[in-house]
């Protein structure tokens, strides 16, 4: 047995690993015994990926690149492949990932199970909306190729199907062309939740990529930083080779904490107010920002983090949000990684995909226990009653009833999960 955790760090469980070495043995190491549940590279924060006192099936031996059409951008690969390798490869033949999440240390096969959204969801939806096909390989040997066109149902329920369908063995993906690295970013402070809407509403006709740092400690005003991106024609001379910085030890209490969130906010809205601007930028600073800083998430302390992300529906949005960070702020819990973006108005290709029209606030809070729980649950109220949802990849303790009222689908899901394969927020969630 290993002790394995997930980003969040909240704890560490005992599981049996498989390693899943290749494709072609991945049916016969199911075989061997079940429940387990695949583990990619463990960056979700709760217990999507977790199965304590089960077996974990770790993917990133099945990291082979199979077949790439370099005049249309089709990349057929492993689920194991990093999406990492798949930039690092692929931009300087000018191709890169259509969506790619806050991270690049993601495997392809959790990138489609969690269905993962990155800045350009108005314009490129999910992750899962650029996938072609897949292959699935469920407990019984039973192999499923699907896509949107061949077995849709088993595709609409593996895109965010949080890995219960079966084992994603190998994904064909839709690449989208670009001139090279470098990108148009612009970044411009705003005061107010109306001047971010308005910033955010604005800038879609002519900006693939938008985000924003928002200041959810500051009592007097929700002051913030918006970005704005697009991948450019105009390359730099110069290049990208940073350090990477990193954490010596896991310190023993959370350095993000009452004392420590106010200067640090303050600090960081001045600094970028005073640089703000257009630049040219390096695509990996611009859309993996904390990737540089090896194991920040030990920066949280022995006990571990929660990460809160919801989505709120357009019709609420400016309430839902300003009543969040106001029991956020009055927590004095705070968070520094606070990122509010807006999602399009596009339909989601899965059953239990997060994205849907509205915006999208995600908060990062160390866990102090019974007291960061109780301000969970009041920010749940307020998903509740503007109809929104939480995501699961980010989540360690949604209640099911959330679950069921945020993801209408749920039940027609339950046709295509794999029996022998349950998880932690399975059992918390789905009740196997
Ligand atoms: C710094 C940071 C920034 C992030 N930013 C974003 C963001 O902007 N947008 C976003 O959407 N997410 C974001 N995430 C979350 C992350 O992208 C997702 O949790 C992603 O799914 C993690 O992939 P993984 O390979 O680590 O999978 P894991 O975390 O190991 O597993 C995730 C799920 O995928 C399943 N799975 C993994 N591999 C397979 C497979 N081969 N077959 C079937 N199921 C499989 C697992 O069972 C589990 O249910 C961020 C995470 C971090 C740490």
């Known amino acids: 047995m290993v002790a394995m955790a997930s980003w969040g760090r909240l704890g560490r469980w005992q599981h049996e690993v498989k390693p899943l070495r290749d494709r072609a043995s991945v049916a016969a190491t199911l075989s061997e015994g079940t429940p387990g549940i695949a583990y990619?590279?463990?960056?979700s924060y709760g217990d999507i990926c977790l199965n304590p006192g089960g077996i974990l099936w770790t993917t990133r031996a099945l990291d082979c690149f199979i077949r790439f059409d370099q005049s249309r951008g089709i990349l057929e690969c492993e689920a194991g492949v990093l999406l990492k390798d798949i930039q690092r490869l692929f931009v300087p033949l000018g191709w890169m990932l259509p969506v790619t999440p806050g991270t690049q240390f993601v495997t392809v096969g959790g990138a489609v199970a969690n269905d993962v959204h990155g800045k350009n969801h108005h314009g490129f939806g999910s992750f899962g909306d650029?996938?072609?096909?897949l292959?699935?390989?469920r407990t019984d040997g039973e192999k499923i190729k699907c896509g949107p066109g061949l077995k849709?149902?088993?595709?609409?329920?593996?895109?965010g199907g949080m890995g219960l369908t079966g084992?994603?063995?190998?994904?064909?993906l839709k690449l989208r062309p670009v001139d090279g690295p470098w990108m148009t970013v612009e970044s411009i402070p705003y005061d107010n939740l109306n001047d971010f809407f308005e910033l955010a509403d604005d800038s879609e006709k002519d900006w693939e990529y938008t985000v924003s740092w928002i200041d959810c400690v500051s009592r007097n005003a929700r002051r913030g930083i918006f970005l704005r991106g697009n991948h450019s024609r105009r390359q730099s001379s110069g290049s990208y080779a940073p350090r990477d910085i990193r954490l010596p030890l896991t310190p023993p209490v959370s350095l993000v904490n009452r004392f420590s969130l106010r200067p640090f906010n303050a600090a960081y809205f001045y600094l970028k107010k005073r640089r703000a601007g257009q630049e040219l930028t390096h695509y990996q600073p611009f859309f993996y920002p904390l990737d540089r800083i090896v194991q920040w998430n030990r920066m949280y302390g022995p006990r571990g983090f929660y990460q809160y992300q919801c989505v709120i529906p357009p019709a609420h949005r400016r309430e839902a949000m300003e009543n969040i960070l106001d029991e956020t702020t009055r927590s004095n819990t705070g968070s520094f990684l606070a990122v509010l973006k807006t999602f399009g108005a596009r339909c989601a290709p899965?059953?239990?995909?997060f994205p849907r029209p509205g915006v999208t606030l995600a908060l990062d809070f160390p866990n102090r226990g019974d007291a960061t729980l109780k301000l969970m649950n009041r920010l749940d109220l307020i998903v509740r009653a503007a109809g929104g949802r939480l995501y699961a990849a980010k989540d360690a303790r949604m209640p099911r009833e959330l679950f069921e009222n945020g993801y209408p689908q749920h039940e027609e899901f339950l046709a295509y999960r794999d029996p022998g394969i349950s998880s932690a927020l399975s059992r918390r969630l789905l009740g196997s």
């Open 152 to 159: 849709p149902e088993w595709f609409t329920a593996t895109v």
């Open 130 to 133: 650029h996938v072609q096909q």
């Open 40 to 43: 990619g590279m463990g960056r």
């Open 167 to 172: 084992v994603i063995t190998r994904v064909t």
């Open 135 to 137: 292959t699935l390989v």
């Open 350 to 353: 899965g059953l239990l995909s």
